[in-house]
């Protein structure tokens, strides 16, 4: 089978290609508990569960394992875990956890509102220069249901939703953010989770040491009506993905010109050659 050499259009198009630039694979960075599945030890579930969250319990109590409580202005909302799971159906969410058991639970008694609160995670990943950042969370609108395990028990009226926030930091300062965009045209919704994302690229150069950090919070709107239990919104599978933006430099005119000037003498080395056989 004869060889076929590269001809002029083909190092014209390669040429192209590498003037347009490119972007690499996604690579998805550490979160540590991004589906809520590490045993809960913060908070108040019985001790005889060992911190396995069994199905229609939500124990509250200090923030799920890998994640730091966010309460700015001492805000008094719980936050917990829940697991929606409950015989025959999931009522808290008909079609459960997005991944997993377990959801993470940002709740607050009653209607009146208050200051936003939430959780956060630093990351061991800094923020790198060209490079595009992917935030994905699934936020719930949790439905009024039953808690079937201590110490939360009996029926739990939930209409309403405060409000959620999802933001993506680096060295404390926002990057990105998705504020309550799901769900605020489309109440109600109640025990549906929706997708958020969220994408950041960064510039050519970025200040060292610059941790990466996830915050999903409560915005914990007034929203219920008086005599509610309170209002409630849900976060899981937190995925972050890195993409770095491959940024090839343009061709140099002058580059170009001497590549081509090769291209040209092969071709016509080749035609000549032809001509003598």
Not at 6 to 35: D, K, Q, R
Not at 56 to 74: E, N, S
Not at 98 to 127: F, H, K, M, T
Not at 245 to 272: F, K
């Amino acid at each position: 089978m004869p060889i076929r050499r590269p001809g002029l259009a083909h190092l014209c198009a390669v040429l192209m290609m590498l003037g347009a630039g490119s972007s690499a694979w996604a690579v998805p960075l550490a979160v540590t508990n991004p589906g809520f599945e590490d045993l809960y030890l913060a908070g108040n579930l019985p001790a005889q569960y060992m911190g396995d969250v069994p199905g229609g319990a939500f124990p509250t109590g200090g923030p799920p394992t890998g994640w730091d409580a966010f309460t700015p202005a001492g805000a008094p909302g719980l936050v917990g875990v829940l697991n929606p799971a409950q015989p025959p159906v999931a009522t808290c969410f008909p079609a459960g956890a997005p991944e997993g058991d377990n959801v993470l639970l940002l709740y607050q008694s009653g209607g009146a509102g208050g200051n936003p609160y939430g959780v956060r995670q630093i990351l061991v990943d800094e923020l790198q220069p060209n490079t595009r950042y992917t935030l994905t969370v699934e936020v719930g609108n949790i439905a009024s249901c039953a808690g079937l395990v201590s110490p939360y028990t009996g029926f739990f009226d939930l209409e309403g939703f405060p409000g959620y926030q999802v933001q993506l930091l680096a060295g404390g300062s926002l990057l990105e953010e998705d504020d309550n965009t799901l769900f605020a045209e489309l109440l109600p919704a109640e025990g549906e989770f929706r997708t958020s994302q969220i994408v950041y690229e960064s510039g050519d150069t970025v200040t060292p040491g610059q941790a990466l950090e996830i915050r999903l919070i409560s915005l914990n709107q007034a929203t219920a009506a008086p005599g509610q239990d309170g209002v409630e919104v849900d976060f899981d599978q937190i995925v972050l993905e890195a993409t770095p933006l491959l940024a090839v430099p343009s061709v140099h005119p002058a580059w170009l010109t001497a590549v081509l000037g090769v291209a040209g003498v092969a071709a016509q080395r080749r035609r000549s050659l032809r001509g003598r056989r």
